[in-house]
C-alpha cells in the first residue's frame, strides 16, 4: 500500500504563483509514475503534469505546459508542481495519485492505484 499526502494549496491571484507538495509514504519503491490531476466542480478530473521516476521524465497537459513544472526528490518520496503564471481556469481540487505501471499513457485517471485527498487551489481574477 501506499500513502500519497498533498500540501500547499490555497487562494491566489491571477498571474501568481503556488507549490503543491505530494509526499508518498508506505511501500514507494512500487512507484513508477506519480501525476498531478485536478478537478473543479461540474468538471471531469484531468491529468496535469506526471513523473516517470523510469526515466525521469516528466509530462505535461497542453493546457498548462510552459506555466506548470514537475519535480521530485526520491530521497523523501516527494514530488512537487510549481505553478506559475496561474489562471482562474487553473481553480480546482489537485490531487497526487501514484501506480506502479509505466507501460500506459499518462492521462487516464483509471490507470492510477493511489490517490491522495487533494488540496484546493483557487485563482482569482
Known amino acids: 500500500q501506499v500513502q500519497l499526502v498533498e500540501s500547499g494549496g490555497g487562494s491566489v491571484q491571477a498571474g501568481g504563483s503556488l507549490r503543491l507538495s505530494c509526499a508518498a509514504s508506505?511501500?514507494?519503491?512500487?512507484?513508477?509514475?506519480m501525476t498531478w490531476f485536478r478537478q473543479d466542480a461540474g468538471k471531469e478530473r484531468e491529468g496535469v503534469a506526471s513523473?516517470?521516476?523510469?526515466?525521469?521524465?516528466?509530462a505535461y497537459a497542453d493546457s498548462v505546459k510552459g506555466r506548470f513544472t514537475v519535480s521530485q526528490d526520491r530521497g523523501r518520496n516527494t514530488i512537487y508542481i510549481q505553478m506559475s503564471s496561474l489562471k482562474p481556469e487553473d481553480t480546482g481540487m489537485y490531487y497526487c495519485a501514484a501506480r506502479g505501471s509505466s507501460s500506459r499513457p499518462w492521462w487516464p485517471s483509471s490507470s492510477y492505484d493511489y490517490w491522495g485527498q487533494g488540496t484546493q487551489v483557487t485563482v482569482s481574477s
Open positions: 508506505g511501500n514507494t519503491n512500487s512507484i513508477v509514475r
Open positions: 513523473y516517470w521516476f523510469g526515466g525521469d521524465l516528466s
